[in-house]
């Protein structure tokens, strides 16, 4: 048989309600009380059961995360913000991958529902009405990153994208640059899509630079589709002398298809990416780029959303700063 919770405070000498606050970190025991229950559980070898404990206090010490894409630099950065706050607080993670067109989210949205999960981390995905609609009624708190949120209950962590382009393109403007392209992220998205774009063109207009819809091509944020959109700028916007990307990933690969071309950064060509991934860093040569502070923003939302699960209150969101990064890929012109 297993050791139980009884076996803990007979061989501490304490009660099984002390053992309980113990585990649970609860207050009302002594520093020495604290530590003859750890070598109880040590000596005899107790495995205390989350899902048992969960049935006790309502609360399993789990929080679900909701990523696009796992696999990505991106996700992967912020999640490991996240990871390191939850464990450091005694919380386990559990990360779904929605998919790119979020068509697992509903299924997997049930899924957590039924691990009884504390809350959720919902990244890079508008919180559409009907996730909300579960999560109110799975009666858990849920803090978005890289998202923005219409509903009054749920705080974002995030940069200001709009202001974030507008500085990355009025960068390349002040070193001298004028005909310049952009690789926008996908076409309708609210949330890094469209703002980033917008802040392309205000930084244009506000320096006198005609905004040409030849300029700017549109990808996914992914690799693959910034390689398409960099073979398609090199055809529609051939004079230019710099590219701003909306993402690294898609930087890089205007990297990569410039370079297939026999184009030299940045004596040829400047590119200039955002995120500040940690692949901008290995690429040859470097890549100058905006950089959010992912890591950062995931210890955030990690420590908003366990501060709703512990006092059940709102908690305010965050408009994280953004800043330059200069590598090596942005040259100025005389």
Not at 2 to 27: C, E, F, G, M, Y
Not at 67 to 72: A, R
Not at 79 to 101: K, R, W
Not at 161 to 185: C, N, P, T, W
Request: glycine fraction near 6%.
């Amino acid at each position: 048989m297993n050791p139980t919770i009884k076996d803990v405070a007979r061989r501490a000498n304490v009660s099984i309600a002390t053992v309980s606050r113990v585990l649970n970190h609860l207050p009302g025991y002594s520093d020495k009380t604290k530590q003859k229950v750890y070598q109880a559980i040590e000596e005899i070898g107790y495995q205390p059961n989350a899902i048992a404990r969960g049935l006790i206090n309502k609360r399993t010490h789990t929080i679900g995360v909701m990523f696009p894409s796992v696999s990505s630099a991106f996700s992967s950065d912020i999640l490991q913000g996240i990871e390191e706050f939850a464990h450091d607080h005694n919380y386990s993670v559990m990360v779904c991958n929605t998919d790119s067109d979020g068509k697992r989210t509903m299924k997997y949205l049930q899924v957590l529902r039924e691990k009884q999960i504390d809350g959720l981390i919902f990244s890079s995905e508008v919180l559409k009405k009907e996730y909300y609609a579960v999560l109110e009624r799975m009666q858990i708190p849920v803090v978005l990153i890289s998202s923005e949120s219409r509903f009054s209950k749920v705080p974002y962590v995030k940069v200001d994208d709009y202001q974030a382009a507008f500085d990355a393109v009025e960068y390349l403007i002040l070193k001298g640059h004028r005909k310049i392209a952009m690789i926008s992220g996908t076409k309708n998205d609210t949330i890094a899509g469209i703002p980033r774009v917008e802040g392309y063109k205000k930084a244009l207009e506000e320096h006198g630079i005609p905004f040409k819809p030849s300029y700017l091509a549109y990808g996914d944020f992914g690799f693959l589709s910034g390689c398409h959109a960099m073979e398609a700028l090199l055809k529609t916007a051939s004079d230019c002398t710099a590219v701003f990307a909306a993402s690294d990933e898609m930087a890089i690969a205007a990297l990569t298809v410039a370079a297939k071309h026999g184009l030299k950064i940045p004596g040829d060509l400047s590119i200039m990416g955002y995120d500040d991934l940690r692949l901008a860093q290995m690429v040859v040569p470097p890549l100058t780029t905006i950089s959010q502070p992912l890591y950062g923003m995931g210890k955030i939302a990690c420590e908003k959303l366990i501060c709703m699960i512990d006092t059940h209150e709102n908690v305010n969101s965050r408009i994280v700063s953004h800043s330059i990064v200069e590598r090596q890929t942005v040259r100025t012109l005389a």
